[in-house]
């Protein structure tokens, strides 16, 4: 069970901070480095994969409700990103599923776990699940790219890079946000800027191009396990195109459903906590 004190809403940047020290923190083999893990709860393994520029503080909003229904949760920073060390070869989703394998065995043996992924790494979790089926019992995808032949939609983004620290940059990462992530004005507050923000400046794997293919589309197929998707129906990267989400998550042989959650956007599972953890839940009981 979670700990009595974890937090149930995670709503401030204190909240965050309690829940990131009621974690477990195990490091498993990365290159030369380690790959680190944040793990909460007991019970049956679900493993939480990040998005791109992202870390476990992606998935900030649904750990706790999973821990509370008897799971434990496996969350990395993937190689390359957070407190990760990054890749020895490769910079892109398919240089990370033997990073994650070799953490997952070092952390739960020959188990099989539940895999979720967001955007970035709902790709990447979509390739571990073609390549390691023994050890995938279900697959689901939250906001995944790489669907389409078609390119997906251009988000017209600040340049932050080269500004020095101040409210120039954060003007500029907080338009971002507004941007590519976050649906409703109100979604933009000062815990969705602090983890954007300190996710994006820690990313360490830049060179990342094959979530602009189609090569998830074409990974799907491939995935024996069970697989799922859920979608903010204001996606800015699927905007008015949600017909290719539907037919690209179908190409799965055991294709079970897709969710989509109104009036939220790409980085759903923060965005409407409330309407996104129950249809996690059910997924992973179904």
């Keep these: 069970m979670p ?8 709503a401030t940047l204190a909240h965050a901070k309690a829940l990131e020290r009621l974690a477990r ?6 290159g030369a480095g380690a790959m680190v893990w ?15 520029s992202g870390s476990w503080s992606h998935w900030v909003r649904s750990i706790g409700p999973l821990a509370a229904s008897g799971r434990s949760v496996y969350v990395p920073d993937l190689p390359g990103c957070g407190d990760s060390a990054p890749p020895p070869q490769g910079h892109d989703g398919d240089a990370l599923p033997p990073w994650i ?9 020959a188990t099989p776990f539940d895999l979720v992924g967001f955007s970035f ?33 251009k988000v017209a983004l600040r340049e932050w890079l080269p500004l020095p620290d101040g ?43 094959m979530a602009a293919t189609d090569v998830l589309l ?3 197929p491939r995935i024996a396990c069970p697989v799922w998707g859920i979608w903010g129906a204001e996606d800015v990267l699927y905007h008015d195109r949600f017909d290719v989400v539907t037919q690209g998550i179908a190409r799965a042989p055991d294709f079970r459903s897709l ?16 309407a996104f953890n129950p249809l996690l839940l059910a997924m992973l009981d179904e």
């Excluded at 944040?38 to 791109?52: A, D, K, M, Q, S």
């Excluded at 790709?123 to 689901?140: C, E, K, N, T």
């Excluded at 990462?173 to 000062?190: C, G, I, Y």
């Design 101 to 109: 394998d070799r953490g997952v065995r070092a952390l739960l043996g």
């Design 3 to 10: 700990p009595a004190d974890m937090p149930n809403k995670i």
């Design 38 to 52: 944040h793990v909460w709860g007991e019970g049956p393994p679900v493993v939480l994969i990040h998005g791109g």
């Design 167 to 209: 409210p120039e940059r954060e003007a500029a990462m907080l338009f971002n946000l507004r941007a590519l992530m976050l649906a409703r004005d109100e979604s933009v507050d000062e815990l969705a800027l602090t983890l954007y923000a300190d996710a994006l400046k820690r990313d360490r794997l830049t060179k990342r191009r």
């Design 259 to 274: 969710a989509m959650i109104p009036r939220a956007g790409h980085w759903v599972q923060f965005e409407d906590a409330d």
């Design 25 to 30: 923190r195990v490091e498993t083999p990365c």
């Design 218 to 220: 074409r990974t799907m």
């Design 121 to 153: 790494g709902a790709m990447v979790s979509g390739f571990f699940a073609a390549d390691y089926p023994a050890q995938v019992r279900r697959l689901i995808l939250v906001g995944a790219p790489a669907l389409s032949s078609a390119p997906m939609a």
